[in-house]
């Protein structure tokens, strides 16, 4: 399986400001996908991110408040924008083998203190 | 320190025994499910996968249950392990028409005791 790396692994970060967190396959993918992890709870999916157009966002989530990137099959960027501590919390990103693979394989997660 | 979120349920058992980690899952319409692992500080790791034509899979030491008639899974894990210390999540997913997007059950910790 693929090896997914994400950058930063973590960051305080004060009210207000954006944070843009990258992830990184180390071979292509069919699908790249955005997670939110709140501590000591299951994963909620934020948005499928779609190569060279804008991303598929779930109930809940808007692009202006998580605008997401993926200019191509390896590599996506996720913004947390106008943060509040609120914000707090894992966000991760998954990748989807190809040839027919329904395996989604995730990063390390990067963890997000908004004070 | 972290917020106080939902207390996971938790499985104690004992180093050598058996364990069994259930799963209730939402829709009828799902065709593939994943069992992840999560270890503190660490992104989900791909345990085993089953997928609905299936009521049985094993890989080393772990085995998977599907009941698609009371949408049930079920992981086994066999003479567990300190390693195998970690929170259980199982996935299902609606495949290729369902945007292959992974729906998360609650989770479960899993404590193994020496």
């Known amino acids: 399986s693929a090896v997914i790396s994400q950058k930063p692994s973590r960051d305080i970060c004060q009210r207000g400001t954006s944070l843009t967190i990258q992830c990184q396959v180390d071979s292509q993918v069919t699908m790249m996908f955005w997670y939110r992890q709140q501590p000591g709870q299951s994963l909620t999916l934020i948005a499928t991110a779609n190569q060279g157009s804008e991303a598929t966002y779930e109930s809940g989530f808007v692009i202006d408040k998580f605008p997401i990137s993926r200019p191509n099959l390896t590599f996506s960027t996720l913004t947390v924008s106008n943060m509040s501590p609120e914000d707090s919390s894992i966000y991760l990103c998954s990748g989807l083998g190809g040839a027919g693979s329904g395996e989604q394989f995730f990063g390390p997660g990067t963890r997000l203190t908004v004070l | 320190g972290e917020s106080v979120g939902l207390h996971l349920p938790t499985l104690s058992v004992q180093e050598g025994d058996n364990s069994i980690i259930n799963c209730a899952y939402s829709?009828?319409?799902?065709?593939?499910f994943i069992w992840y692992k999560q270890e503190s500080g660490k992104g989900p790791q791909f345990i085993i996968d089953?997928?609905?034509?299936?009521d049985k899979r094993q890989g080393q030491r772990v085995t998977v249950l599907l009941n698609k008639t009371v949408k049930h899974l079920s992981l086994q894990i066999a003479a567990t392990q300190p390693g195998d210390s970690a929170v259980y999540f199982c996935?299902?997913?609606?495949?290729?028409?369902?945007?292959?997007?992974?729906?998360f059950g609650t989770g479960t910790q899993l404590k193994v005791e020496l």
């Open positions: 089953i997928r609905s034509n299936m």
């Open positions: 996935a299902e997913n609606m495949g290729t028409g369902g945007g292959n997007k992974l729906t």
């Open positions: 829709n009828s319409a799902s065709d593939y």
